[in-house]
């Protein structure tokens, strides 16, 4: 894995970042718009299992997506109370304003975010 804030590959279009403690802030919170935070570990099958969806989505909505590796950084997923893997959490505006757990399918997210993927 890259430094904290390398761009990623992903689906066309994609803005896919990776954060960690120290830049989380800067990259979420201070954002203009909605973003979507990827809470994962290089060993979990189901983070694995929804990037692909997570990338394409956000790409096709022009919603940045950051990914914060919760192996090699404590703190963020701490403060959210992050306890299992995947969790997606949707900011805006400084603060968490949609949370998924587990992998689920596409539709899932569209509806949970729709009033953010039609803006």
């Not at 979420?28 to 994962?40: C, I, N, Q, R, Y």
């Not at 983070?47 to 914060?68: F, Q, T, Y």
């Not at 900011?91 to 729709?114: C, D, H, M, N, V």
Request: glycine share 10%.
């Amino acid at each position: 894995m890259e430094g904290a804030g390398a761009a990623l590959g992903g689906a066309a279009g994609a803005r896919v970042r990776d954060a960690g403690d120290a830049d989380f802030d800067a990259l979420v919170l201070a954002a203009d718009g909605p973003v979507v935070v990827d809470f994962w570990a290089p060993w979990c099958k189901p983070c694995k299992a929804i990037e692909p969806v997570l990338e394409e989505l956000c790409a096709s909505h022009g919603i940045p997506l950051v990914r914060v590796n919760v192996d090699e950084h404590v703190g963020v997923p701490s403060r959210y109370g992050v306890l299992s893997l995947p969790t997606v959490i949707l900011f805006e505006r400084g603060e968490a304003r949609s949370t998924i757990l587990g992998a689920q399918p596409r539709r899932r997210y569209e509806r949970e975010w729709a009033a953010w993927l039609s803006a």
